[in-house]
């Protein structure tokens, strides 16, 4: 849902009340948590619908298959049959296909086995080497592998920020509101 109050700025223009196309015409991607793949297209197909302009993903293809090397594998399986953590790479990599400054991933570990989320992990980390990525997550041990910055939100509301590193130490704060340990 939309904010009641504040701004969202990005690259100096208000997103907030922008329909989603303008949003990713700015140069915004997003994985959203269910993943919403199109199980019934292939990987490759999966990929091309994800273009803004004819030749993006050829442009992008060494990029993305060298994150996710899996998916090179499976480019004519159609999504369904790739495992959850495959997916999740596909969910991305498609967020990828335009060169999007900025990636927003909503709970990329949901549902997976920890050998995957380690894996992810690596993608994610080496994707942020070139892109800024804002990550939505509840797994704890993963955003603070992962994040250099963090925002604590209880109930829409933004009740914390700062380094990603004091909260590492600030046991009282993990415990009251990620019940984490």
Known sequence: ????????IFAGADVRGR?????????IGYVPEN??????????????IAERKKGDLAR?????????PD???????????????????????RALVPDNRLLLIDEPSEGLAPILIEQLMDSIRSLSAHTTVL????????????ADYYYLIDDGK????GAMKDLINDRVTIQRYLGAS
């Open 19 to 27: 329909r989603p196309y303008d949003i990713a015409a700015l140069g």
């Open 158 to 161: 933004s009740i914390q920020n």
């Open 71 to 93: 998916l090179k594998k499976f480019t004519k399986l159609p999504a369904g049959q790739l495992s959850g953590g495959q997916q999740q790479m596909l969910a991305i990599a």
């Open 60 to 68: 992008r293809a060494d990029f993305i298959f060298g994150l996710f």
């Open 35 to 48: 993943r919403a793949i199109f199980r019934a297209l292939t990987v490759e197909e999966n990929l091309k």
């Open 135 to 146: 990550l939505v997550e509840q797994n704890f041990r993963m955003a603070s592998q992962l």
């Open 1 to 8: 849902r939309p904010p009641r109050e504040g701004q969202v």
